[in-house]
Nanobody, 117 residues
Framework: QVQLVESGGGLVQPGGSLRLSCAAS????????MGWYRQAPRKQRELVAT???????NYADSVKGRFTISGDNAKNTVYLQMNSLKPENTAVYYC???????????WGKGTLVTVSS
């Protein structure tokens, strides 16, 4: 089992920045990826960004150049730096941990990001 604890959401004005953090604990795999997904009201959950234990990253086209995902393997923590935020980025952001050895995904409870003036 893997537990995920997210932090860093909140209210920010358009053009502002936020940093989300997600710490994983428990049975950490030797091969995994972590990342962020988001779900806006009345929309499906969508990929934001992911990073593998080897450091490879993947981003949704809509956030490239504005969001940066990074990881600290020693702390089993992933960060999402979000810059130039837009109102359409308002959503609940979920941390995801994918265990490639065990073949299972784990999800955090989500943290709300609201971009509004």
């Amino acid at each position: 089992q893997v537990q995920l604890v997210e932090s860093g959401g909140g209210l920010v004005q358009p053009g502002g920045s936020l940093r989300l953090s997600c710490a994983a604990s428990g049975s950490i795999s030797s091969l995994y990826s972590m990342g962020w997904y988001r779900q806006a009201p009345r929309k499906q959950r969508e990929l934001v960004a992911t990073i593998t234990s080897g450091g490879s990253t993947n981003y949704a086209d809509s956030v490239k150049g504005r969001f940066t995902i990074s990881g600290d393997n020693a702390k089993n923590t992933v960060y999402l730096q979000m810059n130039s935020l837009k109102p359409e980025n308002t959503a609940v952001y979920y941390c995801m941990y994918r265990d490639y050895v065990g073949g299972r995904d784990y999800w955090g409870k989500g943290t709300l990001v609201t971009v509004s003036s």
